[in-house]
């Protein structure tokens, strides 16, 4: 799910903004304290526009509490600082207002407007402040006020909203998908391959090479630099790790209590099912009838008592991750699965197994064996997590400044580390010999690389590292080198063999591959080579195989379902070289059918935001932006 939201957090981040007032009111954002403090300066400027602290605070704020709510709901509770740090929200948030304000100034340049009475219609229109099927506005206020929102604040806001809506609609306008780009698109992406193929195993023709010395030494004047020693540096250093800044933090129970007060859906805990289940898979020549058919039978078996569930998962089921522990899910939330799978196992009971039902993946058959319902962890509970957590966060503002005053004692009063450390109560450590690749904790690559830039014992730091801000100096440096061939003629050797195996099993993978483009059989030639011919069927572009290794990689996929049937390749995938035929190209008129809308929908909708990213990327170009260094 990380991986997800990192990827896609850009586009994400736009929508944020233009949708910042509909989240608010929905209740999925309250305005709460960040770690940011307010200032009376600007924090960003774009063009003429600026934006205050307090406006990035308040921005900032909203787009943590949006995040910090999906990793409780992911995580049941529990996240780490590591967890929000990974999605960079502070550059999410700065890249979300220069979107807004640059959005803002092309509307209004472009001659766009919003009346009052545009504002006045999108809230009465909002089916969140209705009260038996109409507007209230009595109850529009109050829910203003119980997010603590000013109302003038928030028709701004959605006054902002409808200025970028309105001019989203005029870029939009002349955009459209045809139905060859729908066709065009289901046959590159969803259509299947029948694919034959035949590996060359580099590993077989290791027995045949040949080696002598002359052949060894000239491979190893070749790939001299393979077997070079790098420059090895040693350090000594202090770390200043953050437990030394923890020690004098001080937090009162008003604070926790407050933070907790403060931040309610922080602990919340939503329903969570411990689920089991068995996955009939789709297979080759199956139909959904037969797939069906099977998860009956299995099922049938089950409630029959002739064999258990845990039994039928681990003999039966199709999901290689959980059938080991008779398909063991552990527990999950709503956002954690299929929408499908979940509609089904929240309306089971502990104990219940269900019928046959169907998601994308095939037929499952699931076991409920335990509920957790939701809760909000009582502050007793969380007490010393808040705690810690305070005096953390309250640390992390404190611990360069700590680590850097110590520097600056070593450095103005020329203080031996030994002596600095018995001043401020931390140790000297030596590190071992290490180099730019492969630096050994705590040292990281960069800090090496300052080192070797530098004179030998100058003072370097503070770095942030493992073990904390490291204070160091490199005491001593060995430098690069070339060993004599003797001295890894052994290591020499194991390449060269590797090496001339590859290009053995290059060379008879050309072959068969050059003389199956001029017509031969392909089974003939395998039988010719010695080999054996495999087929996998209904290969899916987005759907790699392990039968089929090379499918995993996003060029040779691209490029078979391109060219379609009767194209003939060469790929390489961990040292195995393949060579395939694509027997037939499927077109599936049904899933086309089925697809054809959301395709559509899709296509619309990527290229509407590729003319969005555009507009914004030229008129990035168009206005100077700012950025205090505060930030």
Excluded at 42 to 51: E, F, H, L, M, S
Excluded at 65 to 74: E, S
Excluded at 387 to 406: G, N, P, Q, R, S
Excluded at 523 to 544: D, I, M, N, W, Y
Aim: hydrophobic share 35%; net charge positive; glycine share 4%.
């Amino acid at each position: 799910m990380l991986d997800f939201l990192r990827k896609n957090i850009r586009k994400f981040a736009i929508f944020l903004w233009i949708a910042a007032a509909a989240f608010i009111i929905g209740g999925a954002y309250l305005f709460v304290r960040g770690p940011f403090t307010m200032g009376s300066n600007t924090a960003i400027q774009v063009g003429d526009v600026k934006i205050s602290f307090p406006e990035y605070e308040k921005a900032y704020n909203n787009v943590y509490k949006f995040y910090v709510q999906l990793l409780t709901q992911l995580k049941g509770g529990n996240f780490t600082d590591e967890d929000l740090k990974k999605l960079n929200i502070k550059q999410k948030t700065i890249d979300m207002l220069v979107q807004r304000a640059l959005l803002l100034q092309e509307a209004k340049k472009e001659g766009i407007k919003v009346t009052e009475e545009d504002v006045l219609k999108a809230i009465e229109s909002n089916p969140v402040f209705f009260l038996n099927g109409k507007f209230s506005k009595e109850k529009y206020l109050a829910i203003l006020k119980a997010n603590g929102i000013n109302p003038k604040d928030y028709e701004e806001s959605l006054k902002t909203s409808l200025y970028i809506d309105k001019l989203k609609a005029r870029l939009f306008k002349n955009i459209s998908v045809t139905d060859q780009e729908v066709k065009s698109f289901f046959e590159k992406n969803y259509t299947t391959v029948d694919i034959e193929f035949v590996q060359f195993d580099p590993a077989k023709f290791k027995n045949i090479v040949k080696v002598n010395d002359p052949a060894l030494r000239n491979y190893y004047n070749k790939h001299k630099n393979d077997y070079r020693v790098p420059t090895m540096v040693k350090f000594k250093y202090i770390a200043v790790p953050l437990s030394y800044v923890e020690k004098d933090i001080k937090i009162t129970d008003n604070e926790t209590k407050k933070f907790y007060n403060d931040h309610p859906r922080f602990f919340y805990v939503p329903l969570r099912i411990r689920v089991a289940h068995i996955l009939i898979a789709k297979k080759d020549n199956m139909t959904d009838k037969q797939l069906e058919d099977k998860a009956e039978k299995i099922y049938k078996m089950i409630i029959d008592k002739k064999i258990t569930f845990k039994e039928a998962a681990k003999k039966f089921s199709d999901d290689n991750f959980t059938k080991s522990v008779g398909g063991d899910l552990g527990y999950v939330t709503k956002d954690m699965v299929l929408e499908s799978f979940w509609n089904h196992i929240v309306k089971m009971k502990k104990g219940e197994i269900s019928k046959p039902f169907k998601t994308k993946f095939g037929y499952h058959i699931a076991m409920i064996e335990d509920i957790k319902k939701p809760f909000e962890r009582p502050y007793d509970k969380v007490k010393d997590q808040i705690k810690d957590y305070l005096k953390t966060t309250e640390a992390k503002k404190k611990w360069f400044i700590v680590a850097d005053k110590i520097f600056v004692d070593i450095r103005d009063h020329h203080l031996t580390f030994e002596k600095a450390a018995k001043k401020y109560g931390l140790k000297v450590k030596e590190s071992g010999y290490m180099s730019l690749k492969k630096p050994e904790d705590p040292f990281t690559s960069e800090m090496i690389q300052n080192a070797l830039l530098s004179s030998k014992d100058a003072l370097l730091g503070p770095d942030l590292s493992n073990d904390g801000y490291l204070i160091y100096k490199m005491i001593d440096k060995k430098p690069s080198y070339i060993p004599k061939f003797e001295v890894v003629k052994d290591k020499v050797k194991n390449d060269y063999i590797n090496f001339k195996a590859e290009q053995l099993a290059k060379e008879k993978a050309k072959e068969f591959l050059e003389k199956l483009n001029k017509g031969e059989d392909f089974r003939k030639l395998c039988s010719q080579f010695g080999l054996k011919a495999e087929t996998v069927k209904k290969l899916g572009k987005f759907t790699p195989s392990d039968k089929f290794p090379c499918s995993y990689k996003e060029d040779v996929m691209d490029t078979i379902f391109s060219k379609g049937k009767g194209y003939k390749g060469l790929c390489q995938y961990k040292g195995k070289l393949y060579v395939f035929d694509v027997l037939n190209k499927n077109f599936d008129v049904k899933e086309f059918e089925k697809l054809k809308k959301s395709i559509k929908q899709q296509l619309l909708a990527q290229k509407e935001d590729e003319a969005l990213e555009k507009l914004i990327a030229r008129l990035k170009k168009e206005v100077k932006i700012k950025i205090n260094p505060k930030l």
